[in-house]
Nanobody
Framework: QVQLVESGGGLVQLGGSLRLSCAASGYTFGVTTMSWVRQAPGKGLEWISTITSGSRIQNYADSVKGRITISRDNFRDTLYLQMDNLKPEDTAVYYC????????????RGQGTQVTVSS
């Protein structure tokens, strides 16, 4: 079955960096558009980034544009999210998910990894 396992979260200070990873299995990762979404405390899911299967296209939410980079390694079936210049409002549980900006809502996502940014 589909498994998505996120890692790399943690506690970081304002302006710090983190690199999240998502290990995928149980399906053909290399032909699947993938996204990162997040859920802040008390809020709903927020889409933040999508990458197409061949990495040709990456899209970012305005709230994170210029501070994060999505990438993937189709040989390792792994999705990444490099986050720089982190802000307290980036505090959330981060999930990887199959699908694009809206399609992820109907697809599998992982258990999430907590990112906490202190000021």
């Amino acid at each position: 079955q589909v498994q998505l396992v996120e890692s790399g979260g943690g506690l970081v200070q304002l302006g710090g960096s983190l690199r999240l990873s998502c290990a995928a299995s149980g399906y053909t990762f290399g032909v699947t558009t993938m996204s990162w979404v997040r859920q802040a405390p008390g809020k709903g899911l927020e889409w933040i980034s999508t990458i197409t299967s061949g990495s040709r296209i990456q899209n970012y939410a305005d709230s994170v544009k210029g501070r994060i980079t999505i990438s993937r390694d189709n040989f390792r079936d792994t999705l990444y999210l490099q986050m720089d210049n982190l802000k307290p409002e980036d505090t959330a549980v981060y999930y990887c998910a199959q699908g694009g900006r809206t399609g992820y809502k109907n697809n599998e996502r992982g258990q999430g990894t907590q990112v906490t940014v202190s000021s």
